[in-house]
């Protein structure tokens, strides 16, 4: 299998999904290794640097990427299998942003009330130990946190033309925030423009589902990839399966419409995978789904349906390519 080794110049990063060119062309089963930045744009490097002073929020979340893949179409499925997230630095950092985050006022949730102090914490990292120095910033407490790497934006180009801000969540995918979006799954997306134009970055090395505060542990990461296409099928929404879980991802405001979202699609895709009729498929998942919140905090809310497979009976989804590409993931090595 061929592999790309890619890892971008500060001026190749890209901030939106839609109106930028690729960076180049990738063909359906590359192995791709890619560099990203962290969602600070390496602005916040030491406590004493505040998002007020050092973070410009032009510049916030920079992707790498947009790659164009060979033969993809609109109504076609991008298929991209995780198969490892590596921090590339021995830290990452972590905010608090004047009138950012899940519990201070915004500018939709408007009070009259002052921001929250604006705050960095930097989390060092245990190699040995695979873990992250949580240091309190107002008192003597700490503690060891495991490293748990995920991405927070991985997405297509919208249809129409669109051009969204790498800030946005929605269903060319963006800046979901899942902690689901880890090694060892495939997430599959609806291709809306010729070359799917796909981008990710925004890693984080862990984050409690919510982003409670607006940031995770942020951090530059080494992501490595197998790309991968299935002519047609697209889904209307982001699709990840892992070993375990079949799961959908719906995001708008409010968060009970993201939730709505992916329960309304994982009706559809039970619906394709037994041949329901939709309000048997409505009362199975009624019984058997969970939805943990991605995240409270971006422009639109991400909430995550997920259903355990081993609830249900054992079917080819999608002609059993995670299955295929998690076997050749572990004869890699990586």
């Not at 929250?116 to 060891?144: G, Q």
């Amino acid at each position: 299998m061929e592999k790309i080794e890619f890892r971008p110049e500060r001026e190749q990063f890209n901030y939106t999904f839609g109106g930028a060119k690729p960076l180049f062309k990738v063909r359906p089963g590359t192995i791709m290794e890619l560099w990203s930045e962290d969602a600070f744009n390496y602005a916040l490097q030491t406590p004493a640097d505040l998002s007020s002073q050092k973070v410009d929020l032009r510049y916030v979340n920079p992707q790498t990427g947009p790659f164009y893949v060979e033969g993809a179409e609109p109504g076609d499925t991008l298929v991209l299998h995780f198969i490892s997230m590596k921090p590339a630095r021995d830290w990452g950092v972590s905010a608090v942003m004047p009138f950012f985050g899940g519990l201070t006022s915004t500018d939709r949730t408007a009070t009259l009330q002052d921001p929250l102090e604006d705050t960095t914490w930097i989390y060092h990292i245990n190699r040995s130990k695979n873990t992250l120095e949580y240091d309190a910033r107002f008192s003597e407490f700490k503690v060891d946190l495991p490293i748990e790497p995920m991405l927070g934006t991985v997405g297509v180009a919208p249809g129409a033309s669109e051009v969204r801000t790498s800030l946005v969540p929605e269903r060319f995918g963006g800046n979901m925030d899942t902690p689901e979006m880890r090694p060892g799954v495939t997430c599959f997306l609806g291709v809306n423009v010729e070359g799917a134009l796909f981008s990710l970055g925004d890693g984080h090395y862990r984050q409690g589902e919510g982003e409670a505060c607006g940031t995770a542990v942020e951090g530059a990461m080494t992501t490595t990839l197998i790309v991968e296409l299935i002519k047609g099928n697209a889904p209307l929404w982001p699709r990840i399966e892992s070993d375990d879980q079949l799961m959908v991802v719906g995001s708008s405001r409010p968060m009970e419409d993201s939730w709505r979202i992916a329960q309304v699609e994982m009706v559809h895709w039970f619906q394709e995978l037994f041949e329901l009729h939709h309000m048997d498929a409505y009362q199975l998942l009624s019984q058997i789904s969970k939805a943990p919140i991605a995240n409270v905090v971006d422009a639109n809310y991400s909430v995550v349906v997920k259903v355990a497979k081993n609830l249900l009976p054992r079917v080819s989804i999608y002609n059993d390519i995670h299955n295929e590409l998690r076997a050749i993931a572990s004869k890699l090595g990586i």
